[in-house]
């Protein structure tokens, strides 16, 4: 008996573990007139990813950014993850054969959550590697930000390489594309609502901010904050 329930219990972890997506290769198969492309194969809707170009004798790079349209096709966008004055912009253009990358980041990602309950609760239900919500914490009060905006999100995630951030609601788990900007899914989930930080669960109670100069701010209270992410 205690064989079986600890098969069931593994079993109903792996289910947990494979409900978050999960990055897909694929390549360029057609260009078509209006700048999107068709891709080898089909892509959920809001995916983000790269382009990657073959020049040839071992020589590679990212030629652009791609966000899944749905099915078979996908826009492309200027690569500027890594923004840097002295590194050229590469102008090649995508090509049938390049190969594509969606949900290159996604193993990183970052955790909204109203308390540290269920900050753990997601933490240790899912594998990834999981960036601190301290980091988002200091970035949200430098821009002198009051509430979560898909916005701030992005360009955190796009500073940080965060490709998927798990946002906790009342009654279940949004998975965000930070990049596209849009939900991927959602998994139903028990929410410990008790003792919501506002804006978000961070440990703002060891973090000295005098020595940046924040100044106190009337943060939007945390459900109320997601829920205006929609």
Do not use: C
């Amino acid at each position: 008996m205690q064989k079986i329930l600890f098969i069931l219990l593994a079993l109903s972890y792996t289910l947990f573990a494979n409900a978050l997506p999960s990055s897909i290769s694929t390549t360029i198969s057609a260009i078509n007139s209006n700048g999107q492309v068709q891709l080898s194969s089909s892509v959920p809707k809001g995916m983000s990813g790269i382009v990657i170009h073959n020049y040839g004798n071992g020589l590679s790079a990212i030629t652009h950014a791609t966000i899944s349209q749905g099915g078979s096709t996908a826009s492309l966008l200027p690569y500027d993850t890594i923004p840097h004055k002295n590194i050229p912009n590469i102008q090649t253009e995508a090509k049938a054969s390049d190969r594509v990358i969606f949900g290159n980041f996604y193993n990183n990602a970052l955790v909204i959550a109203p308390n540290r309950d269920v900050y753990r609760k997601i933490t240790t239900t899912y594998k990834k590697t999981w960036i601190h919500p301290d980091a988002y914490a200091l970035d949200f009060m430098k821009e002198g930000e009051t509430q979560l905006t898909l916005e701030s999100l992005k360009k955190f995630a796009q500073l940080n390489q965060v490709g998927l951030v798990l946002i906790a609601t009342q009654n279940r788990l949004l998975i965000l594309d930070p990049i596209s900007k849009h939900f991927l899914g959602a998994i139903p989930m028990q929410i410990d609502q008790s003792n919501a930080m506002a804006p978000f669960y961070a440990r703002f109670g060891q973090i000295d901010t005098s020595v940046f100069g924040f100044s106190e701010k009337k943060y939007t209270p945390y459900f109320k904050s997601v829920a205006g992410l929609r």
